[in-house]
């Protein structure tokens, strides 16, 4: 544009040099005629005439290019009006997302990054992972819960899910009750009752005892353990658990579950019938512990041979000195039994008959209870009946045996029992 131009001014300068006739004046040489000249000089008139026409063309050319340019912009935000029609085709995509799946599937795709939480399972199972940061947390409260878990199962020690290895694992601050004790003779927890106040078990005044035999028959929903048989009597009303009829001992064997122990703890209740006599069957037999050794129970723990707890003599009544009482019945009538060596000093004895021992059931005193002794017996103070408390020489995991003995039949002498309440620890 800008060479035409200036091709249109010079041709313009040249067409007014045309105009002065004094150049042609001065050239007199080349302007052969005035005609000629004139001729020219209308030529280029012409000439001339003909470019002002073009550059007024061109002029208003370039003015509409000027106001095309100048609207071209409107037209341009026509043409941007064109983008509002790609908004339209932005619309498209929605159209697009109708039509073809594909957009469906990226706005699901859009929506995917909901859907991704929302469809993998892994940000579910992530928040799960955060849950498992909760479990964290958890494990976190696992520090408490270890801490809980000590503590848990330092305050569950005893449940099933935490049974405990004897009533003395348990805590002290517990109160006494049942308790799960995971033993060596049973493959599962058993429920066993812990008594964690004892204090009548004077050889020892904490808790932790397990209590391995519990029968009182003043309760009339309990029965007699197996070897024994009811004696049940009207007047006054009692039950208790005797021997079978012949020369012999009732037995019953109570299970410690393998729950090792060292100390025997309990109290045995019973009654004079008839005619007992004391350490008669030993001083007359020289028994072994084996064997029939005394008139009324035998306590024991193992087999072959067994291993003495604790002796609850019979004696006949507190009439009399000799060998057929107790030592501690008439100190001013003289003794002249002996104990048993493997008895020692572990016994209690008492009668319950104040005059001669007869046929009878001697029902108002029971035995081996501390009380009801006579004037200057000491039977209710020896040992301190009714609660022995035994210290074994060594631990042990033996079952505990409980033999009631005669070594008469029982129309002549029985000790029938009333309360069997045997811990161990
Ligand atoms: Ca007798
Ligand atoms: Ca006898
Ligand atoms: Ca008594």
Known sequence: MKFQLLMIFSLLGLGSAWNQPSTCYVRQSICSSDSEIRGIRETLVSIQETLKSSLTSISASLQQLAQDTTTNP??????????????????????????????????????????????????????????????????????????????????????????????????????????????????????????????????????????????????????????????????????????????????????????????????????????????????????????????????????????????????????????????CTRPDLTYTGVVPPYVGQDYFCETGSRQKATGLFYADDPLWDGQGCASGSTCCEFNNPPWFCKQLPQPTTDDIEIRLCGDQDTGNEDSPLELVDIYIR
């Open 74 to 327: 409107p037209t341009e935000s026509a043409t941007t009006t064109d983008p509002p029609t790609e908004p339209a085709t932005t619309t498209d995509p929605p159209t697009e997302p109708a039509t073809t799946t594909d957009p469906p599937t990226e706005p699901a795709t859009t929506t995917d990054p909901p859907t991704e939480p929302a469809t993998t399972t892994d940000p579910p199972t992530e928040p799960a992972t955060t849950t498992d940061p909760p479990t964290e947390p958890a494990t976190t409260t696992d520090p408490p819960t270890e801490p809980a878990t000590t503590t848990e199962m330092y305050l569950s020690i005893g449940t099933f899910e935490y049974p405990a290895i004897s009533c003395n694992d348990i805590p002290q601050d517990r109160p006494s009750g049942e308790y799960w004790i995971a033993t060596n003779t049973t493959s599962f927890p058993i429920q066993v009752y812990c008594d964690m106040n004892r204090t009548s078990c004077s050889c020892n005044t904490a808790g932790g005892w397990m209590r391995v035999a519990n029968l009182d028959m003043t309760d009339p929903n309990q029965n007699c353990p197996n070897g024994f048989i009811l004696v049940n009597r009207t007047t006054p009303p009692l039950r208790t658990c005797g021997r079978p009829g012949p020369i012999g001992c009732a037995s019953t064997t109570y299970p410690t579950y393998g729950v090792e122990y060292s100390r025997v703890c309990g109290r045995v209740i019973g009654y004079q019938d008839r005619i007992p006599n004391g350490f008669i069957p030993y001083i007359k037999y020289n028994s072994l512990l084996d064997d029939i050794y005394v008139d009324g129970v035998s306590l024991t723990h193992g087999q072959a041979p067994r291993q003495h707890i604790w002796t609850f003599v019979n004696a006949v009544d507190e009439s009399r000195g000799g060998n057929h009482v107790c030592f």
